[in-house]
């Protein structure tokens, strides 16, 4: 189920529905907190939303948790 949401998610914030990839992949990150994937793809939505302080906090955590997590950085890159 986890990964079925973590897709669709996915397929949400490519398809550029950020508001629906924001719910679906917050509930899918709630139920698996320590999926990266899931996670940068959350603070991708939240950039793509010009919520610029949300994104820089979900990449800074993490990059708290794997400080080689490439797609992270460029992000909080874009971000700043």
Not at 12 to 25: F, P
Request: cysteine-free; glycine content about 6%.
């Amino acid at each position: 189920y986890v990964t079925a949401q973590a897709n669709y998610g996915d397929l949400l914030r490519r398809a550029g529905r950020h508001e629906e990839a924001l719910v679906v992949l917050g509930r899918t990150l709630e139920l698996n907190p320590d999926d990266l994937d899931v996670a940068n793809n959350l603070g991708d939505v939240l950039l793509s939303l010009q919520r610029l302080d949300e994104a820089a906090a979900k990449f800074e955590a993490i990059l708290r948790l794997d400080a080689s997590y490439t797609r992270a950085r460029i992000n909080l890159g874009l971000v700043r």
